[in-house]
């Protein structure tokens, strides 16, 4: 079957139903838009276990703590759905803010300690506007697998959470992060780096990779480790950094001493455009 | 089929699943357990609606504002049990805590404004015990249709919301309160007054009915007939007024001004027993 774009949350439903009574697999992959590798990757594993798969194209304005940044965040409706049809997405929904939001919202996911540290320090609100869509499309799809991103490390764990605090119906599915050949992490940020602010963009990975090396040779302080990864971030021109922290991977909480597998996250700003980054490091045994 | 009781959420889902697959209704009467003639109006209902029926019986901690109230709420799981039976429910969901809350929940539901007045004022955190439960029952038993008391305004207020916000695939069915002969609605409160006590419970229902015949009789000024009302129940030996409001049915609330349907929702202490009761109440046309 071709593929279907739906704006309709009623729509959706009832194709999906249809499937559902067949004993068919659902697959969802949320996004933003503005599809990359990344996302195809999402894509690629979902058509690989899933009988149908669902990508949902919404620039969530609850999600974006700045209006600014919400006005800027790139979006190419008919590029999307080009690069869906092309991968074999069998439903694009693509639903306008008013069928998402027909009225403010009085219940949301609120999201505890899980969205303290790292980007949740930051950007108030932000984990809230995203459990909260991700739980609004979960409702609405009701797929059997949803697929995520590692590159949004803590995104993922407070999916994840969310899922398993409130009994969702889902397997979360994690993919690995796609890299450019100079490891910057894809994403739909990208694009608005100018060249200069592409080349100088790696030094994220850079440091993030630094870090791992340090605990990977023995080292676990974490508080050394993340300085002298901060440092790297530091000494390059034109490159701010937010937040460069070492968490555990699943309470997403600042380690003192490396003795299990955590997470290296950071954020840096390169003129006006926000990255984000992580790399699992592993001790030694 | 002869009732079943499960206490595991995975050999619930397994059970509706099959129901599910065969096509059936699912109808779930999310309860507090402690059953009285009020909630077999709602099992009736969902049997007259449903091929499945499961009644989950669960004393939710997280909904308590008071440790000395959950300690003392009354518990009754094998009459219930036998009550259920006699009502022809196929499945009863009673968990433990440790089933329900493994881990202290870091994602729960948040309810903003519709909790601001009548019980969300007194009971700081009510609503958000009460939303997340009621979210966690609804993606473990993935109910068609669910039920609840008009007896409780504000919950089912709030269940509405939190179905129409989060896009909850459910229809939620309000079933009128059932009363004593001289007027007091069913509660499972009721069983911990004395008699003395049970004989001044049915003043915040006439106190109600009062506020309903003034505003049927024209009276749209909201805070005269709000304080008659609390005239009523004032006058009365032994019984404390913690709120009575005149609030629109949808928002939960106050209105100044009654030019359309309104709900007059009170709430009293009766010795160490608190009760609430509401009515709708419509202007002349």
């Known amino acids: 079957m071709p593929l279907e774009v739906v704006d309709a949350i009623p729509r959706l439903r009832d ?50 703590d700045r209006s600014d940044d919400l006005a800027a965040y790139p979006r190419s409706l008919d590029a999307d759905v080009r690069l869906c049809a092309s991968a074999g997405v069998d ?118 990779r630094d870090a791992r090396q340090r605990i990977a040779a023995g080292d676990s302080d974490a508080a050394r480790v993340r300085q002298m990864a901060a440092d790297i971030i530091g000494q390059r021109q034109g490159v701010t950094l937010e937040y460069l922290e070492i968490v555990d991977p699943d309470e997403m909480q600042p380690v003192q001493v490396v003795n299990r597998p955590v997470v290296a996250a950071g954020a840096v700003w390169i003129g006006s455009t926000r990255l984000i980054d992580n790399v699992v490091c592993v001790p030694p045994a």
Chains 1, 2 share one sequence.
């Not at 194709?15 to 990344?38: C, W, Y």
């Not at 009988?51 to 969530?60: I, K, R, Y």
Request: aromatic share 6%; glycine share 6%.
């Open 91 to 208: 439903l694009v929904f693509a639903p306008t803010v008013s069928e998402m939001y027909p009225t403010p919202l009085d219940c949301t996911v609120d999201v505890g300690r899980i969205a303290d540290h790292l980007c949740g320090r930051t950007r108030p609100g932000h984990f809230r506007g995203v459990a909260t869509v991700v739980m609004k499309l979960f409702q609405i799809a009701q797929p059997d697998r949803a697929y995520f991103g590692e590159k949004d490390a803590q995104q993922l764990a407070v999916i994840r959470r969310l899922v398993a605090d409130l009994n969702v119906p889902v397997t979360i599915v994690p993919v690995a992060t796609v890299r450019e050949p100079d490891g910057l992490a894809l994403s739909s940020r990208n694009r608005r780096l100018s060249p200069d602010d592409r080349r100088v963009a790696p030094v994220l990975y850079e440091a993030l």
């Open 15 to 64: 194709r999906l139903k249809i499937d559902r009574d067949a004993a068919q697999t659902i697959g969802l992959v949320p996004t933003m838009g503005a599809l990359h590798e990344g996302h195809l990757s999402l894509v690629a594993r979902a058509r690989a276990e899933c009988t149908t798969v669902v990508v949902s194209l919404f620039v969530n304005p609850l999600q974006f």
